[in-house]
C-alpha cells in the first residue's frame, strides 16, 4: 500500500528536555559569581587596607614619636640652658611650625607659661614633664642614667680665656694623631665647651694614640672645673657622712673612684642636681594636642598615607568591576548571539552555538529548534503552495479542455460528456473540502461533536461501506471486531478518518490481496489497525507518510493516489480525539495503520 501524504508518526509527546541541573542554572551562576567577586573584592580590600593601614599607622606613629622626642629633647635642652622659660615662645613655635602641633608650658600647678599660637584650653593630662636634672633617658640622647641632662652644665662652663687654653694644646696635638698609622680623629666639644679629640678604630688603637700623642692632659680640670668639683665633692661628702660612709672623690666623669655602690652614686647625683638647681629653669609642664585641641595620639593618618588607602581602594574597586565586567559579558554572550540570530532575515534560518548548559544554553538550543522547525514549515508552505497548485490544474485543465472542445464543435454535449465535466468538478470539491477541514484544524476551529459509540457497530458499517469498492478491485476486506469497546467520540469524524485509511489500503493492494480491520482494547486506549497485504511503504518514506500532498508515486497519478490530503487529515481528526496514528510498513509485505483512541473512565 502506497500511502498518500508525507510526515511522521503523529500525536507522539514532544521530547522532554528536562531540568537544568540545580549547578547549571543561570540564577544560580550569577549568585555565586556575585557572591565569589563580592567576597574576594571585600577579602582584598580588607587585606591591602590592613597592609596600608598598619603600614601607615607605624609610619605615622614612629613620626609623631620622633615629633615627640624632639620636642621633648629640645625644651629640656633649653631649660638645662637657661634659667627660665623667659625666652622660650620662639622655640615653641618653631616646634609647632616643624611638627603641626599646638604646643603649651604650665609650672607643676597649671599656670601658664607660654605656647604656640593663641592659648586654649589645655588636655586633661600633661603629655610629660620638663625638668634637666630628672629627664627621661628614652626621649633625650643627652640624658644619662642619673636623668641629668648633659646640656646642664652650671659651674662647669668654661671662661674663654680656658677654652682658648685647651684648644691650643688639641692645636699642639695634632700633628701626633693625624701622623699615626691607621688613625683618624676628629675635634669635638662637650657643652660646657671642653673639646676633646674622638679617635675612630678599636679600642686598642684608640689607647695607642691617646698614650703616643699624650691626649690625657686634655683630659686634666681647668681651675673653673676644679672649683666646681671642690664643691661636688664636699656636698657629696656630706650626703656620705649623713649615711656613715666614707668621703669619695669626684671627676669630670661624675662617678666616684673606685667600686662604689649605688648609695654613694645617689649621694653624688643629688649634690650634683643640688648644685646645678640656679642654673637651670624651673620643672614645667609639657601639653602637646592637635590644632584643634585634642591630645596627640599618634593615629591620625597623613594626606599621604589617606591617599594611599584611597588609591588601594580603588584599586581594588577597579578589578572588581574588570571582573563583574568579564563575567557578565561571558554570560550575556549567548543572548547577544540570539538577539543578532533573531535579527536577521527569516528566509536565512540562521543557527546560534550552543556553549553552555543553563537557561542561556536551553534557550539556544530552543531557539534553532525553532530554526529548524521554521524552515521545514517555510519548506513545506512552499511545497505546499505547489502542491495544491498542481491539484487544481489537473481537473480545472480537463474542465477547460472539454468546454473548449464542445465550443468548438468538436465534442458533443451528450451523457458521457456531462459525467466527465461532473467527475472532475467533484474531483475539485473534494480537493477543496479536504483543505478547509485542514485550515480548521491548524486554526483550533475543528470542532468535533463527541458522543457514547460502539465501535465494533460504527467500524461494522464502515467496513460495509468499502466492501463493494475492494470487491470490485478483488481484494478482501476481513474484520475482526469482536472486542472492540465503547468510546466517546464524533461518529462522523471517526467515520471519516477510517474511510480515509480502507480507502488507501484497497487502492494500494493488488487484486488477490488482503485488508484487515481490527479494534480491541490495550489499556487505557482503544486500538484500531488498518491492516493489507499491498506494496509497502520504504523505511526512508515513512517519517513523510503524514505530510500533505506527499505521495510515494511521484508522477502523482490518478491511479495510484488521491489529491494526497487524506492521512494529513486522518492524523488531525486523531489527534483531535486525543489520540494518536502511527504506521509500519515492510516493503512488498504490507501496510498497518494504527489508531489509538482514548477509552472513557471508568465509573
Known amino acids: 500500500m502506497a500511502p498518500e501524504t508525507r510526515g511522521g508518526t503523529a500525536g507522539g509527546a514532544g521530547e522532554d528536555r528536562g531540568r537544568v541541573p540545580l549547578r547549571r542554572r543561570l540564577l544560580v551562576r550569577l549568585t555565586a559569581a556575585s557572591i565569589t567577586i563580592a567576597v574576594c573584592s571585600v577579602a582584598a580590600t580588607a587585606w591591602l587596607a590592613a597592609r596600608t593601614t598598619t603600614s601607615a599607622l607605624r609610619h605615622e606613629q614612629g613620626q609623631v614619636l620622633a615629633d615627640d622626642a624632639r620636642i621633648y629633647d629640645t625644651l629640656i635642652g633649653h631649660a638645662a640652658s637657661h634659667t627660665d622659660w623667659s625666652a622660650v615662645r620662639p622655640v615653641l613655635d618653631r616646634l609647632a611650625g616643624q611638627t603641626g602641633r599646638h604646643i603649651a608650658l604650665t609650672t607643676r600647678d597649671r599656670r601658664p607659661i607660654a605656647s604656640s599660637g593663641p592659648s ?28 641629668i641632662d648633659a646640656r646642664a652644665v652650671g ?30 680623629a676628629r675635634v669635638d666639644e662637650t657643652p660646657s665647651g671642653r673639646p676633646y679629640v674622638v679617635v675612630s678604630g678599636d679600642n686598642e688603637l684608640r689607647q695607642k694614640v691617646s698614650a703616643a700623642c699624650a691626649l690625657y692632659r686634655l683630659d686634666s680640670p681647668t681651675a673653673t672645673e676644679r672649683r666646681a668639683l671642690d664643691e ?13 660612709l666614707e668621703p669619695v672623690t669626684v671627676g669630670l666623669s661624675f662617678t666616684p673612684d673606685g667600686n662604689a655602690d649605688q648609695t654613694v652614686q645617689r649621694c653624688v647625683d643629688a649634690a650634683r ?12 609642664l609639657l601639653f602637646v594636642s592637635s590644632p584643634a585641641g585634642s591630645v596627640a595620639s599618634g593615629f591620625d593618618l597623613s594626606p599621604s598615607n589617606t591617599l594611599r588607602l584611597v588609591g588601594v581602594t580603588a584599586l581594588v574597586l577597579a578589578l572588581t568591576v574588570a571582573v563583574t565586567v568579564g563575567v557578565g559579558t561571558r554570560l550575556i554572550r549567548p543572548l547577544r548571539a ?21 537557561e542561556i544554553g536551553r534557550l539556544a538550543a530552543a531557539f534553532n529548534d525553532l530554526a529548524e522547525r521554521r524552515e521545514r514549515v517555510e519548506a513545506q508552505r512552499t511545497a505546499m503552495v505547489g502542491d495544491i497548485a498542481h491539484e487544481l490544474r489537473t481537473p480545472l485543465t480537463t474542465i477547460r479542455g ?17 459525467a466527465s465535466l461532473l467527475d472532475e468538478a467533484l474531483l475539485l470539491q ?83 490481496g488482503t485488508v484487515t480491520l481490527r479494534c480491541r482494547p490495550a489499556g487505557d486506549r482503544a486500538v484500531i489497525e488498518v491492516a493489507d497485504t499491498g506494496t509497502g511503504i520504504a523505511a526512508a518514506d515513512l517519517p513523510q507518510v503524514f505530510d500533505r500532498f506527499w505521495r510515494a508515486d511521484k508522477s502523482r497519478a490518478r491511479e495510484t493516489g488521491g489529491s494526497g490530503l487524506g492521512l494529513a487529515i486522518v492524523r488531525q481528526l486523531t489527534e483531535a480525539h486525543g489520540g494518536a496514528v502511527t504506521v509500519t510498513s515492510v516493503p512488498n509485505a504490507g501496510t498497518v495503520f494504527t489508531l489509538r483512541l482514548p477509552l472513557p473512565p471508568r465509573p
Open 120 to 147: 586654649g584650653a589645655l588636655p586633661g593630662r600633661a603629655s610629660a614633664l620638663l625638668d634637666p636634672l630628672r629627664a627621661d633617658p628614652a626621649l633625650s640622647s643627652g640624658v644619662d642614667a642619673s636623668g
Open 155 to 184: 659651674p662647669y662652663r668654661l671662661p674663654d680665656t680656658e677654652r682658648r687654653e685647651l684648644l691650643d694644646l688639641v692645636e699642639a696635638l695634632q700633628p701626633c694623631w693625624r701622623s699615626a698609622v691607621g688613625a683618624s
Open 232 to 244: 661636688l665633692n664636699g656636698t657629696a661628702a656630706g650626703c656620705l657622712e649623713r649615711r656613715h
Open 273 to 284: 642636681r643640688e648644685q646645678l638647681t640656679p642654673y637651670v629653669a624651673q620643672p614645667a
Open 338 to 358: 540570539l538577539t543578532e540570530a533573531a535579527g536577521h532575515p527569516v528566509r536565512q534560518h540562521r543557527r546560534v552555538p550552543v556553549t553552555t548548559h543553563d
Open 402 to 418: 472539454w468546454l473548449e472542445a464542445a465550443q468548438d464543435g468538436l465534442a458533443d454535449s451528450d451523457e458521457a460528456f456531462v
Open 430 to 512: 473534494h480537493i477543496v473540502d479536504d483543505l478547509q477541514h485542514l485550515a480548521q484544524a491548524d486554526a483550533g476551529r475543528f470542532r468535533l461533536h463527541p458522543e457514547p459509540l460502539c465501535l465494533r457497530e460504527l467500524l461494522a458499517s464502515v467496513a460495509a461501506a468499502h466492501r463493494g469498492r475492494a470487491d470490485a478491485a478483488g481484494v478482501t476486506l476481513v474484520s475482526h471486531l469482536d472486542e472492540a469497546p465503547a468510546v466517546d467520540a464524533d461518529p462522523v469524524r471517526l467515520r471519516q478518518a477510517l474511510g480515509n485509511l480502507l480507502t488507501n489500503a484497497v487502492r494500494h493492494t493488488p487484486a488477490g
